[in-house]
């Protein structure tokens, strides 16, 4: 059948456990995956800017033996010319075997999805709605430092407006028994009615204070940065951009073993002085978001080791 992984909750939680195994086996023996892809294509499609996804999701095909064709920038792409995305998708099924699209308006990997006859296809950022393989790699992230999904209080700060991490996060830690998110943000940058109507009301609250959600013991502190693309006002953009900051001090009041995730890239939200602080693990986070596309490659292609 023909499987698609457009928002998180398309995979179950057993799946991300095969997922997370396969990962942490790729991670341990490398070396018995370089021919996994052999003659296998990857379509690279962004139209919208990346760094870790798009690098991260090409490194995954090439260490795996594939190959990888794409853009990485709609113009040089016959959307210039204005072909719709149904029509470029269903013209590169013909010559690719998967495809990671990511696209600025939200819905676009749903609508590809049903375009596709015969190539699974990855959504790697929808507009300001999903980007479930961040949501692996985080989750891959949590596993190797808190061995355990359950019962984890999480704030999540930032955007939760427009962060589409963030949705996906949540969404995907809310099967989870006895989470608890913390959700820290400015008024205008709220999470949206629809993601906070799929948790329990007793599971989340919602402040501004950063230092005191911190205070009262968060085992994972999610920061995400202000969505610049997705305002429409400048000036409004810059208000807010700056509204959180994590630094030394709000450091020294978090449990010991809190973690730092961030999806990446920062802007300003977490100060530099923090990054050699173990805790800190968002670099990490990233060079497993390589190794989990690595698995979720695998997975959709129905291939083996
Ligand atoms: N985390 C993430 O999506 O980063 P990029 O925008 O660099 O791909």
């Known amino acids: 059948m ?20 396969l990962a942490n086996k790729i991670i341990q ?27 991260s999701f090409e490194s995954a095909m090439l260490r795996l033996g594939g190959q990888v064709v794409g853009f990485s920038d709609a113009k040089v792409s016959s959307t210039a ?12 099924e013909n010559y690719a075997d998967i495809c990671a699209m990511r696209h600025p308006k939200e819905g676009a990997a749903l ?31 949590i596993d190797y430092y808190k061995k355990r999904f359950d019962n984890l209080t999480i704030g999540v700060c930032g955007d939760l407006k427009f962060g589409r991490t963030i949705h996906s996060l949540v ?42 959600a911190i205070k009262n013991g968060l085992d ?3 920061m995400s940065r202000v969505q610049r693309e997705r305002f429409v006002s ?6 807010l951009k700056d509204f959180f900051i994590l630094d030394k001090e709000k450091m020294n009041l978090a449990k010991e073993d809190m973690i730092v995730l961030h999806p990446l890239p920062r802007v300003n939200e977490i100060s530099t002085e923090i990054d050699d602080d173990p805790r800190a693990v968002y670099f ?22």
């Open 2 to 21: 023909l499987r698609h992984l457009i928002q998180p909750l398309d995979f179950t939680t057993e799946e991300f456990d095969d997922l997370f195994r």
């Open 29 to 55: 023996n490398p070396e018995n995956y370089l021919d996994v892809c052999k003659g296998k294509l990857l379509a690279s499609l962004f139209f919208e800017p990346s760094t870790r996804t798009r690098l």
């Open 81 to 92: 010319k204005g072909e719709s995305l149904q029509d470029t998708i269903r013209t590169v």
């Open 111 to 141: 609508l590809a999805a049903k375009a596709m006859t015969r190539m699974p296809i990855i959504n790697a950022g929808d507009g300001g709605h999903q980007h479930p393989t961040q949501t692996l790699a985080d989750l891959l992230t």
């Open 171 to 212: 969404r995907a830690m809310n099967r989870y028994e006895g989470v608890k998110f913390v959700f820290i943000s400015p008024d205008e940058l709220r999470m949206p009615k629809t993601f906070k109507d799929e948790i329990a009301k007793e599971n989340y609250i919602e402040t501004s204070d950063l230092s005191e």
């Open 220 to 222: 994972i502190l999610y």
């Open 234 to 239: 400048e000036e409004e953009y810059l208000r």
């Open 284 to 305: 990490e986070q990233a060079r497993f978001g390589m190794y989990v596309r690595m698995a979720l490659i695998m997975f959709l292609l129905g291939l083996e080791a």
